[in-house]
């Protein structure tokens, strides 16, 4: 079956240039979420989305990030303004619930900021 | 504040070894403790999972040692082969809040 599907694979974008940032997660799953992977900070919580519940922003690093998801499915991250150190890999993962259902990973976005 | 702290950073062991990598979590309302396996260019993946309600799970070569008291478990890996090279990954959830709380990571390289 389908995993968790991000696009695109890789992204280079100037400073302050916005991005968005695709993730298709596995049909059925209602939870949602993003993380950010980079070498020096490891692997970091982003934003939650469960169903049609609020979702938990708690791990966005700056107002300059937002993600929205749309028909419970398909999740847009959107960074404004970029800066370099907002280069990293960005996850997304979905699971089929809350409480420690396993999350599925996709393979990532790839971002560079120049 | 580091929730989730593992060891080693990185780690050498010969074909057919066994190779063991720790982690120690500070926050007792952690319920849900998986360990991930990441490749290069690859998103990690799900390689087990256990819950404090038992002491150890094993799958296969891989098995999950936990030790509740010491808030603190472990990943073993058996007879180590080139392919299980990789990096990975420990992690800690709670119920009420499902985001994973990482590990900073152990590179594995097995050597043939």
């Known amino acids: 079956g389908a995993g968790v599907s991000q696009s695109p694979s890789n992204k280079v974008t100037e400073k302050g240039k916005d991005v968005e940032l695709r993730c298709d997660p596995i049909?059925?799953?209602?939870?949602l979420y993003w993380y950010r992977q980079s070498l020096g900070q490891g692997l970091e919580f982003l934003i939650y989305?469960?169903?049609?519940?609020?979702?938990?922003k708690s791990g966005l690093p700056s107002d300059r990030f937002s993600a929205e998801r749309t028909g419970g499915s398909v999740s847009t991250l959107t960074i404004q303004r970029t800066q370099q150190e907002d280069s990293a890999v960005y996850l997304c993962?979905?699971?089929?619930?809350?409480?420690?259902?396993?999350?599925?990973f996709g393979d990532g976005t790839r971002l560079s900021i120049l | 504040q580091q929730q989730v702290k593992q060891s080693p950073q990185s780690l050498i062991v010969q074909k057919g070894g066994i190779s063991i990598i720790n982690c120690a979590y500070e926050n007792t309302a952690f319920d849900y403790f998986p360990w991930y396996q990441q490749f290069p260019g690859k998103g990690p993946a799900l390689l087990i999972a256990i819950r404090p309600d038992v002491s150890e799970k094993k799958e296969g070569r891989f098995t999950i040692s936990f030790n509740k008291s010491a808030k603190q478990f472990s990943l073993h890996i058996m007879d180590s082969q080139p392919g299980d090279s990789a990096t990975y990954f420990c992690?800690?959830?709670?119920?009420?809040?499902?985001?994973?709380?990482f590990g900073k990571g152990t590179t594995l390289s097995v050597s043939s």
């Open positions: 992690a800690a959830s709670m119920r009420s809040g499902t985001a994973l709380i």
């Open positions: 989305f469960q169903g049609n519940s609020a979702p938990d």
């Open positions: 993962a979905s699971s089929a619930g809350r409480g420690g259902q396993p999350q599925h």
């Open positions: 049909s059925g799953h209602t939870a």
